[in-house]
Protein backbone atom coordinates (compact mmCIF):
# COMPACT_ATOMS: atom_id res chain seq x y z
CA UNK A 1 0.00 0.00 0.00
CA UNK A 2 1.17 3.31 -0.68
CA UNK A 3 0.33 6.27 1.94
CA UNK A 4 -0.32 9.62 0.92
CA UNK A 5 1.08 12.10 3.41
CA UNK A 6 -1.78 14.64 4.61
CA UNK A 7 0.33 17.82 2.88
CA UNK A 8 0.04 15.94 -0.64
CA UNK A 9 -2.90 17.53 -2.67
CA UNK A 10 -3.22 16.55 -6.76
CA UNK A 11 -4.60 18.97 -9.34
CA UNK A 12 -5.46 17.94 -12.93
CA UNK A 13 -6.81 19.75 -15.50
CA UNK A 14 -8.38 19.04 -18.61
CA UNK A 15 -9.71 20.32 -21.88
CA UNK A 16 -13.34 19.88 -22.02
CA UNK A 17 -15.47 20.58 -25.85
CA UNK A 18 -17.23 18.73 -28.13
CA UNK A 19 -14.79 16.19 -28.60
CA UNK A 20 -13.86 15.12 -25.48
CA UNK A 21 -16.49 12.30 -23.34
CA UNK A 22 -19.15 13.82 -20.90
CA UNK A 23 -18.06 14.06 -17.60
CA UNK A 24 -19.37 11.39 -15.12
CA UNK A 25 -21.87 12.48 -12.49
CA UNK A 26 -19.93 10.73 -9.98
CA UNK A 27 -16.35 12.67 -11.12
CA UNK A 28 -18.56 16.19 -10.98
CA UNK A 29 -19.93 15.05 -7.29
CA UNK A 30 -16.02 14.77 -5.86
CA UNK A 31 -14.62 17.51 -8.02
CA UNK A 32 -14.98 21.53 -7.94
CA UNK A 33 -15.19 22.19 -11.74
CA UNK A 34 -13.15 25.47 -12.16
CA UNK A 35 -13.71 27.22 -15.60
CA UNK A 36 -11.43 29.60 -16.86
CA UNK A 37 -12.88 31.40 -19.84
CA UNK A 38 -10.44 33.59 -22.42
CA UNK A 39 -12.19 36.88 -21.07
CA UNK A 40 -11.26 35.62 -17.52
CA UNK A 41 -7.41 36.60 -18.32
CA UNK A 42 -6.07 39.38 -18.87
CA UNK A 43 -1.80 39.81 -19.15
CA UNK A 44 -2.19 43.11 -18.14
CA UNK A 45 -2.62 42.29 -14.69
CA UNK A 46 -0.13 39.30 -14.16
CA UNK A 47 2.37 41.85 -12.59
CA UNK A 48 0.11 43.79 -10.04
CA UNK A 49 -0.78 39.77 -9.25
CA UNK A 50 2.48 39.19 -8.70
CA UNK A 51 2.95 41.91 -6.75
CA UNK A 52 0.39 41.47 -4.14
CA UNK A 53 1.52 37.43 -3.64
CA UNK A 54 3.01 36.66 0.25
CA UNK A 55 6.98 37.23 -0.17
CA UNK A 56 7.37 34.01 2.09
CA UNK A 57 7.51 31.40 -0.65
CA UNK A 58 7.19 28.46 -0.47
CA UNK A 59 4.10 28.00 1.49
CA UNK A 60 4.97 25.37 4.17
CA UNK A 61 2.24 22.63 4.22
CA UNK A 62 0.81 23.83 7.94
CA UNK A 63 0.25 27.18 6.30
CA UNK A 64 -1.21 25.90 2.76
CA UNK A 65 -3.15 23.40 5.23
CA UNK A 66 -4.82 26.33 6.99
CA UNK A 67 -5.07 28.32 3.94
CA UNK A 68 -6.92 25.45 1.97
CA UNK A 69 -7.49 22.43 3.92
CA UNK A 70 -10.61 20.78 5.48
CA UNK A 71 -11.70 21.84 8.88
CA UNK A 72 -12.01 19.03 11.41
CA UNK A 73 -15.63 20.38 11.61
CA UNK A 74 -17.56 20.96 9.99
CA UNK A 75 -18.19 24.92 9.41
CA UNK A 76 -21.54 26.42 9.00
CA UNK A 77 -22.59 29.29 6.44
CA UNK A 78 -23.02 32.74 7.60
CA UNK A 79 -26.64 33.45 8.02
CA UNK A 80 -27.09 35.32 4.87
CA UNK A 81 -24.65 32.58 2.76
CA UNK A 82 -27.01 29.90 4.14
CA UNK A 83 -30.46 31.67 3.37
CA UNK A 84 -29.26 32.22 -0.09
CA UNK A 85 -27.72 28.43 -0.43
CA UNK A 86 -31.43 27.14 0.94
CA UNK A 87 -33.24 29.25 -2.09
CA UNK A 88 -30.69 27.99 -4.45
CA UNK A 89 -31.22 24.08 -3.18
CA UNK A 90 -35.25 24.50 -3.09
CA UNK A 91 -35.48 25.42 -6.75
CA UNK A 92 -32.95 22.34 -7.50
CA UNK A 93 -34.66 20.20 -5.39
CA UNK A 94 -38.28 20.98 -6.16
CA UNK A 95 -40.79 17.93 -7.00
CA UNK A 96 -42.79 20.06 -8.99
CA UNK A 97 -43.18 17.91 -12.19
CA UNK A 98 -43.80 21.08 -14.41
CA UNK A 99 -40.02 21.60 -13.36
CA UNK A 100 -38.92 18.88 -15.21
CA UNK A 101 -36.67 16.39 -12.88
CA UNK A 102 -35.21 18.23 -9.83
CA UNK A 103 -31.19 17.86 -9.06
CA UNK A 104 -30.62 16.88 -5.18
CA UNK A 105 -27.52 18.72 -3.68
CA UNK A 106 -25.28 15.30 -2.16
CA UNK A 107 -24.13 15.81 1.14
CA UNK A 108 -20.50 15.60 -0.06
CA UNK A 109 -21.31 18.99 -1.94
CA UNK A 110 -22.58 20.55 0.84
CA UNK A 111 -19.54 19.79 2.98
CA UNK A 112 -17.75 21.36 0.41
CA UNK A 113 -19.45 24.56 0.13
CA UNK A 114 -19.17 25.31 3.77
CA UNK A 115 -15.13 24.15 3.72
CA UNK A 116 -15.26 26.55 0.23
CA UNK A 117 -17.14 29.88 1.93
CA UNK A 118 -15.41 29.06 5.58
CA UNK A 119 -12.00 29.57 3.99
CA UNK A 120 -12.42 31.87 0.63
CA UNK A 121 -14.22 34.34 3.10
CA UNK A 122 -11.08 35.23 4.94
CA UNK A 123 -8.53 35.07 2.32
CA UNK A 124 -10.80 37.09 -0.39
CA UNK A 125 -11.47 39.53 2.66
CA UNK A 126 -15.10 39.52 2.47
CA UNK A 127 -16.66 41.62 4.91
CA UNK A 128 -20.35 41.40 3.18
CA UNK A 129 -22.15 39.90 0.32
CA UNK A 130 -22.26 36.22 -0.85
CA UNK A 131 -18.69 36.27 -3.62
CA UNK A 132 -17.25 32.82 -1.70
CA UNK A 133 -20.71 31.32 -1.87
CA UNK A 134 -21.02 32.83 -5.79
CA UNK A 135 -18.13 31.10 -6.55
CA UNK A 136 -18.91 27.78 -4.62
CA UNK A 137 -22.29 27.69 -6.51
CA UNK A 138 -20.40 27.96 -10.24
CA UNK A 139 -17.82 25.68 -9.28
CA UNK A 140 -19.56 22.84 -7.03
CA UNK A 141 -23.24 23.04 -7.79
CA UNK A 142 -24.06 24.55 -11.13
CA UNK A 143 -21.55 21.75 -13.07
CA UNK A 144 -24.32 18.97 -11.89
CA UNK A 145 -27.19 20.99 -13.52
CA UNK A 146 -28.49 18.50 -16.16
CA UNK A 147 -32.31 18.42 -17.92
CA UNK A 148 -33.96 18.79 -20.82
CA UNK A 149 -36.97 19.82 -22.24
CA UNK A 150 -39.32 23.25 -21.28
CA UNK A 151 -40.43 22.33 -18.16
CA UNK A 152 -36.63 22.32 -17.12
CA UNK A 153 -35.92 25.37 -18.69
CA UNK A 154 -38.39 26.81 -15.81
CA UNK A 155 -36.27 25.49 -13.67
CA UNK A 156 -33.25 27.12 -14.78
CA UNK A 157 -35.60 30.74 -14.75
CA UNK A 158 -37.04 30.09 -11.45
CA UNK A 159 -33.07 29.49 -10.46
CA UNK A 160 -31.70 32.69 -12.25
CA UNK A 161 -34.67 34.61 -10.44
CA UNK A 162 -33.73 33.65 -7.03
CA UNK A 163 -29.35 34.21 -8.19
CA UNK A 164 -30.09 37.88 -9.34
CA UNK A 165 -32.03 38.68 -6.57
CA UNK A 166 -29.31 37.79 -4.46
CA UNK A 167 -27.04 39.64 -6.44
CA UNK A 168 -24.63 36.34 -7.50
CA UNK A 169 -23.44 37.57 -10.64
CA UNK A 170 -21.38 34.38 -11.83
CA UNK A 171 -23.67 31.87 -10.91
CA UNK A 172 -26.58 34.42 -12.62
CA UNK A 173 -23.81 34.81 -15.63
CA UNK A 174 -23.84 31.08 -16.03
CA UNK A 175 -27.37 29.81 -15.64
CA UNK A 176 -28.32 32.64 -17.90
CA UNK A 177 -25.65 30.69 -20.87
CA UNK A 178 -27.40 27.43 -19.87
CA UNK A 179 -30.73 28.84 -20.65
CA UNK A 180 -29.73 30.30 -23.97
CA UNK A 181 -27.01 27.51 -25.30
CA UNK A 182 -30.14 25.01 -24.30
CA UNK A 183 -32.78 26.60 -25.81
CA UNK A 184 -30.51 26.78 -28.67
CA UNK A 185 -30.08 23.39 -28.57
CA UNK A 186 -33.61 21.21 -28.67
CA UNK A 187 -33.99 21.78 -25.37
CA UNK A 188 -31.26 20.23 -23.62
CA UNK A 189 -29.73 22.28 -20.69
CA UNK A 190 -26.13 21.74 -19.44
CA UNK A 191 -23.82 23.49 -17.39
CA UNK A 192 -20.99 22.27 -19.99
CA UNK A 193 -22.88 23.12 -22.69
CA UNK A 194 -21.15 25.43 -24.58
Known amino acids: AVRIPDHLRFVATINYDSTTEQLSPRVVDRAPIILIENDDFDSSNVEQVINSLPTAFPLSASVMDELFGKSKLEPELQSDELEAFELIRNVLRNNDPMLGLPIQISRRKIN???????????????????????????????????????????????????????????????????????????????????
Open 112 to 194: AIQQYCAKASGIMNIDSGLIALDLAIVQHVLPQVRGTGSAFAKRLALLLRELENKSMSLSAKRVKAMIINGADNVHNYDFFCW
